[in-house]
């Protein structure tokens, strides 16, 4: 009898050892402010409020055309609302970069943000590859960021990086 106990005894082991990665990083918290279409803060139950950035896509700085729509949107969706924080991993500015759910339906906030068209994928370090196809298809239909008018849309890495230019006093070769 021992020795069966310690073989589903050590199975078990292995498969909580299997499932562990996938769950050591999350947690659920409420969305208690929106800061902008891609980063907000969450309170867990237990400890001290978390910033969120959400992987794999960029929305526009506040500054710029449809920044205050994008922050709308992402306050629609889960401002005030439990969530599902996966986390992937922490950026320069010590937040928590996730994939995040909205509870209890499980909705997926990044693809939600970008089949809507409030949102870029950011191409170079997206690793959800549907998220193209939604943005392809907000694109073809003219919603959201892609409503506006070509010369109104640019890329938020694309502004961060012109802004940080101008305040260096530097002249982008855009200006040449």
């Given at each position: 009898?021992?020795?069966?106990?310690?073989?589903?005894?050590?199975?078990?082991?292995?498969?909580?050892?299997?499932?562990?990665?996938?769950?050591?990083?999350?947690?659920?918290?409420?969305?208690?402010?929106?800061?902008?279409?891609?980063?907000?803060?969450?309170?867990?139950?237990?400890?001290?409020?978390?910033?969120?950035?959400?992987?794999?896509?960029?929305?526009?700085?506040?500054?710029?055309?449809?920044?205050?729509?994008?922050?709308?949107?992402?306050?629609?969706?889960?401002?005030?609302?439990?969530?599902?924080?996966?986390?992937?991993?922490?950026?320069?500015?010590?937040?928590?970069?996730?994939?995040?759910?909205?509870?209890?339906?499980?909705l997926d906030v990044r693809r939600t943000?970008?089949?809507?068209?409030?949102?870029?994928?950011?191409?170079?370090?997206?690793?959800?590859?549907?998220?193209?196809?939604?943005?392809?298809?907000?694109?073809?239909?003219?919603?959201?960021?892609?409503?506006?008018?070509?010369?109104?849309?640019?890329?938020?890495?694309?502004?961060?990086?012109?802004?940080?230019?101008?305040k260096n006093g530097t002249r982008?070769?855009?200006?040449?």
């Amino acid at each position: 009898m021992i020795p069966t106990f310690r073989r589903w005894g050590a199975a078990l082991f292995l498969v909580v050892l299997a499932c562990a990665p996938a769950f050591a990083d999350g947690f659920e918290a409420t969305v208690t402010r929106v800061f902008d279409g891609d980063s907000f803060l969450v309170r867990p139950a237990k400890g001290k409020d978390i910033d969120v950035r959400l992987a794999d896509i960029d929305a526009p700085e506040k500054q710029q055309p449809y920044g205050n729509d994008a922050r709308a949107a992402l306050k629609r969706l889960i401002e005030g609302r439990r969530v599902y924080v996966d986390v992937i991993e922490t950026d320069q500015y010590q937040r928590k970069v996730a994939h995040v759910y909205r509870l209890p339906d499980r909705l997926d906030v990044r693809r939600t943000l970008v089949h809507d068209g409030h949102v870029w994928v950011w191409r170079k370090y997206a690793r959800d590859r549907q998220l193209f196809a939604l943005e392809d298809a907000a694109r073809a239909a003219h919603i959201g960021i892609w409503a506006l008018r070509e010369s109104e849309r640019m890329p938020p890495w694309q502004f961060r990086y012109l802004e940080r230019q101008r305040k260096n006093g530097t002249r982008s070769s855009r200006d040449h």
